[in-house]
């Protein structure tokens, strides 16, 4: 069976030819800095447009240009391309400046060839990614003539060879970015959690290794908060593990736990109807571990790592869980569920213990679009941050700056404890509205073991959005992908 994916925009890295210019068709990027300054292949562009420029420059437009900004020269003379593209970036743009540049190129490119002239940018591959992260659109579910397939990107630069290698990790990245985003786009009727499994066990063609637990395996796990979830669905639920042993044997691995509710009604407690078709997007966390898990394949991560996702569906019927319900979690504590809305943290708690109890990780990451007080709290731009270990936490906070992703630490404690006392249960599943994201956090707390070393990510502000963010236009942001990516680098293979 084949599963739709959103193919990447292709991007190459040629050696500088400034004779080939004239001919291109497409479109010819030309990059610019502040001082103006033409490099060789820019003159060539300058000679073949009989100035035009030189001249631009000269107005003083560049320099009113700040970096990633873009003018167009429509239909240039001289030349057999559609436009030429200023592009104000530094030759010695740091990482963030280069793949703005690229952003900036990918947003305009659309269907057409992109040449880029880059001799001297001492970042080409950053402007590639960029270039290639912006050039997203979901597709699958369009009918009509089939989508074209996006022009290929061709840096023009001194060491193609040399940039070629450098690039496979980037392409990487992409593609998992990409595979993540995907996913959060698709509808629930086509992404069930059978779906799911099977996206993710096609996997094993990359070198993961795959195991898909039904429902009868996680009964005598005895993940009782996690099946309470899924009991009002037709769709079965399931937990995927993905594992990727690519570093020292024996190491523990780094353990990535994804909230993978395909559908969220809000069960019993029904959300209002406004708005629900966004809940296609509330297994946006399993996603991330699933991009990441790819693109630590896809580029031979030398890491031990090891994503799990818990998929469910969350839907009202005859069998669906009641508020008021009481239910066991495999750690053995009991949980009253008092809002079947608050889902995500039972479906995350099974799932959390269960890797801790198999793999004994290094340290755990779980990621969940889980509260609506974190979007009030955040907004769209960072993402909850929540930690039991400064370490891990500062190092998370850098890979995520270092790969421009929004994240912003956010507090614990045990005096907010007391708002998930049960007077049946050993808690409840919600401690009301006051912190709400940090009271969900506090229960997550429990089913940590002492000594593991953990962080909570709550993604349910930056996982999709209705507005164009700084790698994605605007739906699914596959955020998360890069800084997590990144921190395994630097802890694992730095």
Request: proline share 4%; hydrophobic share 45%.
């Amino acid at each position: 069976m084949t599963h739709p994916m959103t193919t990447l925009t292709q991007a190459k890295f040629a050696a500088v030819d400034i004779d080939a210019i004239a001919a291109f068709e497409g479109r010819v990027a030309v990059l610019i800095g502040a001082d103006g300054k033409l490099d060789t292949a820019a003159r060539r562009v300058n000679r073949l447009m009989k100035g035009a420029l030189a001249r631009m420059v000269e107005s003083g437009a560049v320099g009113k240009m700040k970096s990633g900004d873009i003018k167009t020269l429509a239909w240039p003379s001289g030349m057999a391309a559609e436009a030429v593209d200023v592009v104000c970036v530094e030759r010695n743009a740091k990482s963030d400046e280069a793949r703005k540049a690229g952003v900036a190129l990918g947003k305009v490119k659309g269907d057409a060839a992109l040449l880029v002239l880059a001799p001297q940018l001492r970042r080409p591959v950053d402007l590639m990614l960029g270039a290639v992260l912006r050039a997203y659109s979901f597709t699958a579910r369009k009918t009509g003539d089939a989508p074209k397939a996006p022009g290929e990107i061709t840096l023009m630069v001194a060491n193609p060879d040399e940039l070629e290698a450098e690039a496979v990790d980037a392409r990487a990245v992409a593609e998992g970015v990409f595979f993540t985003r995907d996913l959060v786009s698709e509808p629930a009727n086509h992404l069930t959690t059978t779906e799911f499994a099977d996206r993710i066990s096609a996997m094993k063609d990359l070198g993961l290794n795959i195991t898909i637990l039904d429902e009868d395996e996680l009964q005598k796990l005895g993940m009782g908060c996690l099946l309470s979830v899924g009991h009002g669905s037709i769709s079965p639920s399931k937990v995927a593990v993905m594992e990727w042993m690519g570093g020292t044997k024996g190491e523990a691995p780094l353990a990535l736990v994804g909230k993978g509710v395909v559908f969220d009604t809000g069960g019993i407690s029904l959300k209002p109807a406004a708005g629900m078709e966004d809940m296609t997007m509330d297994m946006g966390g399993a996603g991330v571990v699933c991009g990441v898990m790819r693109t630590l394949a896809l580029r031979k991560a030398k890491a031990n790592v090891v994503g799990l996702v818990g998929l469910v569906e969350n839907m009202p019927s005859d069998r669906a869980t009641r508020p008021g319900d009481v239910v066991t979690s495999m750690k053995g504590d009991t949980v009253e569920v008092i809002n079947t809305d608050a889902e995500g943290r039972l479906v995350l708690a099974d799932v959390m213990w269960y890797a801790q109890e198999t793999y004994k990780p290094s340290a755990m990451i779980d990621l969940a679009t889980l509260t609506g007080a974190i979007i009030i709290g955040l907004g769209h731009d960072n993402a909850g941050v929540f930690s039991n270990d400064d370490t891990l936490s500062r190092a998370f906070l850098k890979a995520a700056e270092t790969e421009g992703e929004g994240a912003w630490r956010m507090p614990m404690g045990k005096s907010y404890d007391d708002q998930l006392k049960s007077q049946i249960a050993d808690m409840k599943n919600v401690g009301g509205r006051p912190a709400g994201s940090i009271t969900a956090a506090q229960f997550l707390l429990r089913f940590v073991k002492d000594g593991t070393p953990w962080i909570h990510l709550d993604i349910a502000g930056v996982a999709s959005v209705k507005s164009d963010t700084t790698y994605a236009p605007k739906g699914a942001t596959g955020w998360g992908v890069m800084a997590l990516n990144r921190l395994v680098a630097d802890m694992q293979e730095g």
